[in-house]
Nanobody, 128 residues
Framework: QVQLVESGGGLVQAGGSLRLSCAAS????????MGWFRQAPGKEREFVAA????????YYADSVKGRFTISRDNIKNTGVLQMNSLKPEDTAVYYC?????????????????????WGQGTQVTVSS
């Protein structure tokens, strides 16, 4: 079991930045790939970014590429999603998730069904 708790969400103006954190506890976090997903009202949950267990591989949705950066600290059992140049369309509840996978290419980790553990989510609202 892995328990995940997100933090760092809030209200920000367009063009601003937010830093989301995902604190992990339970089984060895360093054994799991981590992903970030988001869900806007009335829309399906969508993939945002993923990072491999050792941080050696990352993958981003086209909509956030160049603006968001995913990282992790396996000593502190924490994952981070740095979000810059935020747009109103980034408004959503953001979730971190963990997957016990041996995949090296995070491009295969865009499906939410591949993640067994989820946090409760944190709201991000970007005003225009």
């Amino acid at each position: 079991q892995v328990q995940l708790v997100e933090s760092g969400g809030g209200l920000v103006q367009a063009g601003g930045s937010l830093r989301l954190s995902c604190a992990a506890s339970g089984r060895t976090f360093s054994s799991y790939a981590m992903g970030w997903f988001r869900q806007a009202p009335g829309k399906e949950r969508e993939f945002v970014a993923a990072i491999s267990w050792n941080g050696g591989s990352t993958y981003y949705a086209d909509s956030v590429k160049g603006r968001f950066t995913i990282s992790r600290d396996n000593i502190k059992n924490t994952g981070v999603l740095q979000m810059n140049s935020l747009k109103p369309e980034d408004t959503a509840v953001y979730y971190c998730a963990a997957s016990y996978t041996t995949a090296r290419n995070m491009g295969v980790m865009t499906d939410s069904k591949k993640y067994a553990y989820w946090g409760q989510g944190t709201q991000v609202t970007v005003s225009s």
